[in-house]
C-alpha cells in the first residue's frame, strides 16, 4: 500500500488540495467485517439451509416470530453483501484501503455472526438446531469451534496491522 | 380489428383467441419500443447522448411483460399456481426493475414540448406523488397487494374472472415499478429519502416477500384460500416466489449501490476507475 512518501509525520496535514492517499484502518475493517457476516450468513444459508438440508427453508417448529426473524435476517445479509461490496470497491478506488485490517475485519465479522448464530440463535433462542434427530454435542462444539477460530483469526489480523497506514512502511524502507 | 382484442383475449381454448393473444402481445411490446427509440433519437439529434444500454433495458423490461401476458404464460398459470408465479416475479419484479433502469421519464421530459414539461415537472414535485412514491409507500402498495392477493379469496377470483386476473396484474406491474422507482434507478425522483432508509424499506420488504413465500410453503393445504386444491404446486409456486424475490433483491440491491457508488466518486470528481485519485498518487 501507498505511505505518505515525503516523510510527513502522522496527523501533519499536506497543503496539497489533493492529499496523498491514507489507508483507512477502521473503516476498511468496518467494511470488510459488513462483509463477513453476510458471507458467513449466506453460507449457513445455502451450505445448511438448502444444499445438505440440516436444518431448513422452514422449521416446521419454528414459530411465527422465528420465521419472521429468518426472512429478515437473510435479506438483511443480502442487502449488507451488495453494501459492502461497493463500499469496499469505494475505499479500493480512492486508495484509502487498508489490506490487513480489512482481512482482520473480514474474519472478525464472519467469526462473530457465526459465534452469535451458534450460542444465540441455536442455544438461547433455539431458533433452529445445526441438525435434528442427532446428539448436537460435537455439532455445536464444531459450530463454536469454527467461529472462534475464525475469530482467533481476525484478532492476530487486528493486531499485526495495528500500525497499518501510520510510519510503518518507513520503518521497513530502511 | 385489434380493438376487440382484450375482450376475445378472455376467451380461452380456441386458436383464434390465442393468435389475438399474441397480437396483443406483440402491440405491446412494439409500440412503446418504437415511441421510446424515436424519442432517443429525437435526444441524439439534439446533440444530447443517451446510452444504448437504457434502451435495451427497456426493451427487455417490455418483453418480460410481453412474455408474462402471453396466451403460453396464461394458460399455464391459469390453472397452476407455478405458471401464476412465473407471471408475477416476471411483471412484479424483473420487468419494473428493467423499466426503471430504462429512465423512461428522464427520455420523456427531455421530448415533450415545453408547457408539457413545466407540466410535468410540477407533477413529478407534487405532494400527493411524494407520499405515494415514499419508499415505505410503494413497499406497502407492492407487498400489501400480495398478501392480500395470497391471503385472501382474490387469487382465486382472479382463476375466474377475467377482469380481475387483468387487474390484478397491471396493479403487480405498476405497483412493481413505482416500488423499483423509489428505491434506485437514473429518473428523476424528487425529495428522495437518503439511501440507508431506502435500504432498510428494501430489507424490510425483501423479508415480507420471504415471509409470505414461507407462508404459502408452510400452509400450502389452505393457501390460497378456495385457490389450488395440489398442494405441491401450492409449495412449488412458493419456491419460486422464494428464490425469485431474493434474485430480484439482489439485481435493485446492486442498483441501488452501484448508484451511490457512482455519485460518491462523481462527489469526489472520480470517474469510474479513479483516475485523479491515481493521477495524485503517482505525482
Redesign the interface.
Known amino acids: 500500500m501507498d505511505a505518505p512518501r515525503d516523510g510527513t509525520t502522522t496527523g501533519h496535514e499536506q497543503p496539497d488540495p489533493a492529499p496523498a492517499p491514507r489507508p483507512q484502518r477502521r473503516r476498511s475493517m468496518f467494511v470488510a467485517a459488513a462483509i463477513g457476516v453476510g458471507l458467513m450468513a449466506a453460507v449457513d444459508e445455502i451450505v445448511f439451509h438448502q444444499i445438505l438440508g440440516w436444518h431448513h427453508f422452514y422449521d416446521r417448529s419454528s414459530p411465527q416470530i422465528g420465521l419472521l426473524s429468518d426472512g429478515l435476517l437473510h435479506t438483511a445479509e443480502i442487502v449488507v453483501l451488495v453494501a459492502g461490496f461497493f463500499a469496499f470497491a469505494d475505499l479500493r478506488r480512492r486508495r484509502a484501503l487498508a489490506p490487513v485490517s480489512a482481512w482482520s475485519g473480514f474474519f472478525l465479522g464472519s467469526g462473530a455472526f457465526q459465534l452469535f448464530d451458534g450460542i444465540v440463535d441455536h442455544k438461547l433462542l433455539r431458533l433452529h438446531q445445526v441438525r435434528y434427530g442427532v446428539d448436537l454435542f460435537a455439532y455445536d462444539l464444531a459450530w463454536n469451534a469454527a467461529a472462534a477460530i475464525l475469530l482467533l483469526i481476525g484478532a492476530g489480523l487486528a493486531w499485526g496491522s495495528r500500525t497499518e497506514g501510520s510510519a510503518a512502511p518507513r520503518i521497513q524502507e530502511r | 380489428m385489434t380493438p376487440t382484442v382484450p375482450l376475445v383475449h378472455g376467451a380461452h381454448g380456441s386458436g383464434g383467441a390465442d393468435a389475438a393473444g399474441w397480437l396483443l402481445v406483440a402491440l405491446l411490446v412494439l409500440v412503446p419500443s418504437i415511441a421510446y427509440l424515436r424519442a432517443a433519437r429525437a435526444r441524439r439529434f439534439a446533440g444530447r447522448s443517451w446510452p444504448a444500454r437504457r434502451t435495451a433495458a427497456f426493451v427487455i423490461g417490455l418483453v418480460l411483460v410481453g412474455l408474462a401476458v402471453s396466451p403460453a404464460l396464461h394458460a399455464l398459470g391459469r390453472h397452476d399456481l407455478r405458471g401464476h408465479m412465473v407471471q408475477h416475479l416476471l411483471l412484479g419484479m424483473f420487468a419494473p426493475l428493467a423499466l426503471v433502469l430504462a429512465a423512461p421519464v428522464t427520455l420523456l421530459l427531455g421530448v415533450l414540448p415545453v408547457a408539457a414539461r413545466g407540466t410535468a415537472r410540477g407533477l413529478l414535485r407534487s405532494r400527493a406523488l411524494h407520499g405515494l412514491a415514499h419508499p415505505a409507500t410503494a413497499a406497502a402498495l407492492d407487498i400489501g397487494g400480495l398478501y392480500l392477493l395470497y391471503l385472501t379469496p382474490l387469487y382465486a377470483l382472479t382463476t375466474t374472472n377475467v377482469l380481475a386476473h387483468h387487474v390484478v396484474n397491471l396493479h403487480v406491474l405498476l405497483a412493481g415499478c413505482l416500488f423499483t422507482w423509489s428505491i434506485a434507478g437514473p429518473d428523476p425522483a424528487p425529495r428522495r429519502p437518503p439511501i440507508t432508509l431506502r435500504?432498510l424499506v428494501?430489507?424490510?420488504a425483501?423479508?415480507?416477500?420471504?415471509?409470505l413465500a414461507?407462508?404459502l410453503?408452510?400452509r400450502a393445504p389452505e393457501l390460497p384460500p378456495g385457490g389450488s386444491p395440489d398442494p405441491d404446486q401450492v409449495r412449488a409456486a412458493a419456491?419460486l416466489m422464494?428464490y425469485g424475490g431474493?434474485l430480484a433483491?439482489?439485481a435493485l440491491?446492486?442498483a441501488?449501490?452501484?448508484t451511490?457508488?457512482r455519485t460518491?466518486?462523481a462527489a469526489?470528481g472520480?470517474g469510474g476507475?479513479?483516475g485523479?485519485?491515481?493521477a495524485?498518487?503517482k505525482g
Open positions: 435500504a428494501l430489507v424490510a425483501g423479508a415480507a416477500h420471504a415471509y414461507k407462508l410453503y408452510a419456491q422464494y431474493d433483491e439482489v440491491a446492486v441501488l449501490f452501484a451511490w457508488y460518491r466518486g469526489r472520480i476507475g479513479g485523479t485519485c491515481r495524485s498518487a
